[in-house]
């Protein structure tokens, strides 16, 4: 089959395209022939081994992972003798990162705790957008404060795939949400429900006199006092990613930092897949609507979506497909 293979870290240029052999599947796996596959900031980082800190967990000096991509949509061509929840034929979807990722390929063998099955109507290109972002999105939005009417929300770095969702998910309460990007996005991100946007190439939101309930951030690079006084009495901050030193900072000393500055500062820790389920019923009742950006890339074009990933200039989810 043929598959992107990084065998050495640098971007673009140690990503090749080779014929490597078809994934043979143990008791417990699944070969998925891949349709489509989304691309999320941990490939890149993961192929560029930058920053550095990253090279603690994905091999101090080249990938221990050779194959990226975690984002898939595909159907299933093989099941080993001890699956009981996929047969051959089913389409499924799903996030690899807490496997072996491998999803820039043409197949890709996995576990049944790495996918779902595709909601009713669902198509692979949709279902490849969705996994990583939308599960961060519904955790930051199920796992800490609850949303309740009349809350002043945020989201820092609005436009990417998180906050893509975020909206989408928040559509049905009555929130006011807040969107932070570049001035590329402002019409964009209006249009598709959020109430107010903050161009953060002019301003900056933790100078202003707004005070929010919750802040969701995406991007985690301003000290934690700038948060701290943005915040209501019981606000929360609650970080997706961003300034590695900082988010981990936030995952291991939570309840210092509340003790700091008399405010709630989360993080949320991706369980990636879990609320797949949760999401095909909002697919289902057309309440999410996954934004794909429109350029489209197949397998052979993978360094290109890579590049074109990396220059920022892409709206939601860029997507790549495995069949031309
Ligand atoms: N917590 C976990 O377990 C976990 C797991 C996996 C991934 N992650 C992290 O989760 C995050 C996912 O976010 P995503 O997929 O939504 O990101 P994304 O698709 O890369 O989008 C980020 C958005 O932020 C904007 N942006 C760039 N610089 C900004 C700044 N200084 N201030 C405000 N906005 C800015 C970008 O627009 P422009 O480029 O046009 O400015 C883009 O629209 C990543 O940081 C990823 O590493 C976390």
Redesign the pocket.
């Known amino acids: 089959m043929k598959a992107w293979v990084v065998r050495k870290y640098g971007f673009p240029e140690n990503m090749s395209i080779i014929e490597v052999p078809k994934p043979e599947i143990a008791v417990n796996e699944i070969l998925v022939k891949i349709k489509a596959v989304s691309i ?3 490939d890149l980082s993961n192929i560029e081994g930058k920053p550095w800190i990253n090279r603690l967990l994905a091999g101090p000096f080249r990938p221990k992972i050779q194959i990226m991509g975690c984002d898939i949509a595909g159907v299933v061509e093989a099941v080993g003798q001890s699956v009981s929840k996929f047969k051959v034929g089913d389409k499924v979807y799903g996030d690899l ?1 807490s496997h072996k990722f491998g999803g820039f390929a043409e197949y890709v063998a996995t576990r049944e705790n790495q996918i779902c099955h595709m909601a009713e109507g669902m198509s692979f290109e949709v279902a490849a957008a969705i996994p ?2 939308g599960m ?1 999105a519904y955790q930051a939005l199920h796992d800490f404060s609850e949303i309740k009417e009349g809350m002043n929300i945020l989201v ?8 893509t969702y975020v909206v989408q998910m928040l559509k049905n309460h009555k929130v006011h949400l807040t969107g ?3 001035e ?2 402002r019409e964009f991100l209006l249009q598709l429900g959020y109430d107010a946007f903050v161009n ?1 190439q002019k301003e900056d939101f933790t100078e202003s006199d707004m005070k929010y309930d919750i802040i969701i951030d ?2 985690t ?1 301003r000290p934690f006092h700038r948060y701290s006084r943005k915040l209501k009495e019981n606000g929360e901050y609650i970080s ?3 300034d590695l030193l900082k ?1 981990i900072r936030i995952m291991l000393m939570s309840k210092q930092l509340e003790k700091k500055y008399g405010k709630k500062f989360s ?4 369980n990636a897949n879990r609320n797949l389920p949760q999401i095909n019923k909002i697919f289902e009742n057309g309440l999410l609507n996954p934004i794909i950006d429109s350029k489209r890339f197949t397998l052979n074009e993978g360094r290109k979506a890579l590049e074109y990933y990396a220059s ?1 200039l892409f709206l939601g989810k860029v997507l790549i497909k495995t069949e031309d």
């Open positions: 999320n900031d941990w990162s990583q972002a961060l820092n770095g609005a436009g990417g795939g998180v906050g932070v990007d570049s590329a996005k953060y995406c991007k690079n997706i990613g961003g988010v993080c949320v820790q991706l920022g």
